[in-house]
């Protein structure tokens, strides 16, 4: 199983990134994939879920309206739009995946509001 992030990077309060997390070895489109971060010196928080075929989504309250999680299963990829970005979204970004009761993770990709 590997999972590649990216699209991380600076930006300014009130603009917009898009993540990408590109999945392989395992069959991505049966299984829920989860977007979580970490920010320094506070423990890692789930973000965003999604269901395996894209339909249920779920979000952490405070990303609640600004952020869409989504995904493509034809190209093993899910996404994490993040519009209306707030200081306090800077953070290292992780593609989580569990599979069969294993959670698997990428190398993270760093997310950094500020002006």
């Known amino acids: 199983v590997q999972l590649v992030e990216s699209g991380g990077g600076l930006v300014q309060p009130g603009g917009s990134l898009r993540l990408s997390c590109a999945a392989s070895g395992f069959t991505f489109s049966s299984w829920p994939m989860r977007w979580y971060r970490q920010a320094p010196g506070k423990e890692r928080e789930?973000?965003?879920?999604?269901?395996?075929?894209?339909?249920?989504?779920n979000y952490e309250d405070s990303v609640k309206g600004r952020f869409t999680i989504s995904r493509d299963n034809a190209k093993n990829t899910v996404y994490l739009q993040m519009n209306s970005l707030k200081p306090e979204d800077t953070a290292v970004y992780y593609c989580n995946g569990r599979i069969i009761m294993r959670d698997y993770w990428g190398q993270g990709t760093q997310v950094t509001v500020s002006s």
């Open positions: 789930l973000v965003a879920a999604i269901s395996s075929a894209g339909g249920s989504t």
